[in-house]
């Protein structure tokens, strides 16, 4: 049990650890702090074929903690956190929403995103949620299993309705584009934004199936996008667009480059005067070096989405942004990841005269490594990293020479030409590493010096 409440959502495989009594308590225990805030809590669902049926258990939890439930239907996570924001017939503002969503994951996972009073509900939340939870399993207490009740309200409408009218500008846009949306849900509001604008807009696999029939909904994966990367080759699209199941991350390609999200939020930030913009530690140093550059101000913080949102709001920053492709616009917006609103930025930043590729092309050259991850176990990985950190305070005598260490979340040792990371993943039993130099020598080098020590530590 354990296991599905993780740092940032709550996240298992259907019946095996989402069944019918563990879902009833969870959305029993979210119901009982979202009544504090107010009576109404807004649901939406991807398209995995289970998603309904969670929907159907949750509601039931919720209902007996005397919470009223508006059925966002089938949407993007992006508009569950639009919902937050805007009311609806006649003023009805929902106190928290619920996205049940297995995003990346396998089609046998499923799971939530929660926001209550405008706020992420997650870490140490979502962990004692689950001891809740486990508490009601364990003592095998009775679960009300009454018809539900619920109130569709128009949330796809409404967003769909925001974003065309916020980016009127785009209208008639002369270039032609790509979008992949990996029978996920993203397709569901981005035909109709296109259709609106009328944008002259290709989409692959836009039809919702859980199945996941053509390819993994997950662009970190340079092979979920072959079909993408093979339309663009024809010559007839200036860029394309692909998304993860649940729509909040994001990858811009064009025939030369993709483009991850630390360089994404470089490129969205440079018409911004004096922005704050927030990385994970993840990102690019020449983000933040050029940022800075610029006349921004760049702040390295924890990876993570729920991190980020709160991270964003603290500080009133204009916008953050993870490597996976996760980015939030605070500036002319709300302040969450949403990869839908992303596609019109950038494609506005297109339309002012922005050359994706020229933008690319020049940044400064760099050489950096994918996410390396190195398997272990839950109860040994962030041990693994507090031991890192001791031995980085005595390093053997032939290890490169370290200018800094910044140890916001994991340990990301700074050199003289680069920089390695080693952080434990908060989601999986892995060791997440990488890596970035100014040649491909020196990134050899760090990488070797860290794994050295590292293999001594697993």
Known sequence: MKNIFREYDIRGIFREELNKETVYWIGHFLGKRIKKHGEYVAVGYDARVHSVTLFQYLSLGLNSAGVKIMDIGLIPTPVTYFVNHVSFNGGIKPSGSIMITGSHNPPEYNGFKITINKEPFFGNDIYKLGEEVSQALAKNLEIRDEQFFVSEVPAKESYIDY????????????????????????????????????????????????????HHPDPTEEKNLIDIKRELNTGKYSVGFAYDGDADRIAVLTQKHSI????????????????????????SQIMYDLIEKRGGTVVMYKTGHSNLKVKIKELEADLAAEVSGHIFFNDRYFGFDDAIYTTLRVMELMNN????????????????????????????????????????????????KIKKIIDVDGVRVVFENGWGLVRASNTTPVLVSRFEANSEANLQIYQNALFSLLKNLI
């Open 163 to 214: 974003l065309v009218k916020e980016f009127k500008a785009l209208k008639n846009f002369n270039q032609k584009i790509v979008y992949d949306v990996g029978n996920g849900v993203a397709g569901v509001v981005l035909t109709e934004i296109f259709r609106k604008l009328r944008i002259d807009a290709n989409g692959l696999f836009i039809r919702p199936d859980g199945t996941f029939p053509n």
């Open 260 to 283: 991850k999200g630390d360089v994404l939020a470089l490129i969205l930030s440079k018409p911004m005067i004096n922005p704050i913009v927030i990385g994970e530690v993840k990102c």
């Open 353 to 400: 005269g922005t050359n994706l590729d020229d933008e690319v092309d020049e940044l400064p050259k760099t050489f950096s490594t994918e996410e390396i991850k190195t398997k272990t176990s839950e109860d040994k990985k962030f041990s693994i990293v507090e031991k890192l950190k001791k031995s980085l305070n005595n390093p053997p005598a032939n290890f490169p």
